[in-house]
Every structure is written in C-alpha cells, then in structure tokens.
C-alpha cells in the first residue's frame, strides 16, 4: 500500500509560479510511475504530468508543456510539481498519483491504483 499525501497548493495570481509536493509513504515510490492529474469544479479529472521511476522520462498535457514540470526525489519519497506562468484555468484541486509501474506513464488514471487527497490551486485573474 502506498499513501499519497499533496502539499503546496494556495492562492496565487496569474503569471505566479507554484510548486506543489506529493509525499508518499508505505512504500518507496522507486518503483512507480507517478502523475499528477487534476480536476476543475465542474470538469472531469484530466492528466497533467507524469514521470517514470527515475525522472529520466517525462509526459505532460499540452497545456503543461514548457510551463510545469514534474520531478522527483526518491530518497524522499515525494514528487513534485512547479507549475510557472499559471493562468485562471490552471484552477483546480491537483491529486498526485501512483501506477506501479517504472516505465508507465499513462495518462488514463483508471491506470494508477494510489491517490492521494487532493491540494487546491486557485489562480486569480
């Protein structure tokens, strides 16, 4: 079992910049594949970013690409995501997430088994 805990989200303005954290615990997460997804009032969950056991490889959301990025530090347990230029519709309650898998980074959630709790990122305009 794997427990996923989010961290870092608040209130910030568009064009602000925003890391939020995931520490897991249970388990190390050298093992998994990890994601962030995210969901905005009124909208399905979507993926946002996600990273193989190592960090060497990376995925991400159109929307995502150039402005956030995902890491990791597995002698922590905890992924990240810095999230720069935010705008408006970067609103949302942001869930990481955990496949395992080393290599899988799948953009279907139905395909990670561990989810943490959720942190809110509200981006003003």
């Known amino acids: 079992q794997v427990q996923l805990v989010e961290s870092g989200g608040g209130l910030v303005q568009a064009g602000d910049s925003l890391r939020i954290s995931c520490t897991a615990t249970g388990r190390t997460i050298s093992d998994y594949t990890m994601g962030w997804f995210r969901q905005a009032p009124g909208k399905e969950r979507e993926f946002v970013a996600a990273s193989s056991w190592s960090g060497g490889n990376t995925v991400y959301t159109d929307s995502a690409k150039g402005r956030f990025t995902i890491s990791r530090d597995n002698a922590k347990n905890t992924v990240y995501l810095q999230m720069n230029s935010l705008k408006p519709e970067g609103t949302a309650v942001y869930y990481c997430?955990?496949?395992?898998?080393?290599?899988?980074?799948?953009?279907?959630?139905?395909?990670?088994?561990?989810w943490g709790q959720g942190t809110q990122v509200t981006v003003s305009s």
């Open positions: 997430a955990a496949r395992r898998s080393r290599f899988g980074m799948s953009r279907n959630g139905n395909e990670y088994s561990y």
